[in-house]
């Protein structure tokens, strides 16, 4: 699985990222400590694009986005292509902006980075609280931004959990309301859009109590081993095929005998073995609805084989999905 991560920063007291890459800082770090880290100190610009013949006639309603710290010739400097009322949003203004949600000076980076030389960079700073759900077993929320300069991606601002006692990266959405996920286009209410979307997150301030409560529940909600099995299958899905309307109730009765019968395999065994693991006991969280979907982003995150980009599929893109579909089926399950 490709990373394609060409430059980055990490909070040192946390480990390095699975891809041994990046500067390693010292706690986390302020943005304008971070920036220079990750690498991730330069400007976005836009240059028309031309026929490539003598006349060289510029091509209309047609740019492309470049770094304005590479040189002209480097072709490492070309991001992508994009129409004329394509407005970057330059990584200064990206930090700017968590300062101006989290608070002035307030907002905690653990990550950044780019992504194919720029083409994609995103942010992970902390918001300064924490949520415990057992005795040793604490949340810290963050709120991550994934850019595109390339044209291809929106601005994406999302809230992720990380648990810091195994740095295990949950990535889902906050289903209230509208939800703290935002996805802002490069057009040029792109500053007007960023400053309601400061007004949006800032609301997740107000819900930290509610999101402890639920998972509180999720940690005091009892699991069999049978019930786990049955959550990681509805999270994974069925290797058999789907019923119709033509299948009887026998049929179907048969068919989920089979599956309940089925040993678990692929990602549904490693969420499961993760579930028995003897950390759980530990943190005192062991057969609870709590533990299974935390196994279950661990099988997400570190059981996976694919081609995307690492960051791309967890954070917005297929691993997240699941990600998604994790959490609501255990929110069902508590009634929410």
Same mark, same amino acid.
């Given at each position: ?6 430059s980055? @920063?990490?909070?040192? /007291? ?5 891809h ?21 100190d330069?400007?976005?610009?836009? =240059? ?8 060289? $006639?510029?091509?209309?309603h *047609?740019?492309?986005? =470049? ?10 400097? =070309? ?13 200064? &203004? ?5 300062? &101006? $949600?989290?608070?002035?000076?307030? @907002? ?29 077993? *604490? =949340?810290?929320p ?19 959990? *990380? ?7 949950l %990535? ?18 792109? #500053?007007?859009r ?13 819900? $930290?109590?509610?999101v402890? /409560? ?10 069999s ?5 049955r959550?990681?299958?509805? *999270? ?9 309307? +033509? ?8 068919? @989920?005998?089979? /599956? ?8 549904k #065994?490693?969420?499961m073995?993760?579930? +028995?693991r003897?950390?759980?006991? #530990?943190?005192?969280?062991n ?7 935390? %196994? ?21 893109? +297929?691993?997240?999905?699941l ?6 089926i ?7």
């Open positions: 699985m490709p990373d394609n991560v060409t980055m @920063a990490y909070n040192s /007291e946390n480990g390095p990222p699975w041994r890459k990046g500067t390693p800082t010292k706690g986390l770090t302020t943005a304008a400590e971070c920036i220079k880290a990750a690498g991730l330069w400007a976005v610009t836009k =240059v028309p694009l031309r026929v490539a013949d003598e006349g060289g $006639v510029p091509l209309s *047609v740019m492309a986005t =470049v770094r304005a710290d590479f040189a002209s010739t480097d072709p490492r400097r =070309v991001l992508g292509i994009v129409g004329g009322e394509y407005q970057p949003l330059q990584n200064w &203004d990206a930090f700017r902006f968590f300062d &101006d $949600v989290v608070g002035d000076g307030a @907002a905690l980076y653990e990550t950044a980075g780019a992504i194919e030389n720029g083409k994609r960079i995103w942010l992970l700073a902390k918001i300064p609280t924490t949520i415990h759900i057992g005795k040793d077993d *604490v =949340v810290c963050y709120l991550l931004l994934a850019n595109g300069h390339d044209g291809q991606l929106m601005v994406h601002i999302k809230f992720t959990p *990380v648990r810091v006692v195994c740095q295990n990266t %990535a889902m959405a906050l289903h209230t309301g509208s939800g703290p996920h935002v996805a802002l286009r490069h057009d040029r209410y792109l #500053k007007r960023l400053e309601s979307a400061s007004e949006t997150i800032a609301t997740i301030h107000a819900t $930290v109590e509610e402890r /409560e639920q998972w509180a529940t999720m940690a005091n909600r009892r699991l081993v049978s019930d786990a099995e959550y990681f299958k509805q *999270v994974f899905g069925s290797t058999d095929k789907p019923s119709t309307e +033509e299948d009887s109730q026998a049929e179907l009765f048969e068919r @989920a005998q089979a /599956e309940n019968d089925r040993p678990l395999q692929g990602l #065994k490693i969420a073995d993760d579930f +028995e003897e950390h759980n006991k #530990k943190l005192m969280i057969g609870t609805l709590w533990a299974a979907y935390n %196994a279950a982003v661990y099988a997400i995150d570190f059981g996976r084989k694919n081609q995307r980009d690492r960051v791309d599929d967890l954070c917005l893109a +297929e691993g997240a999905a990600k998604a579909k994790a959490i609501r255990a929110r069902e399950q508590i009634g929410v």
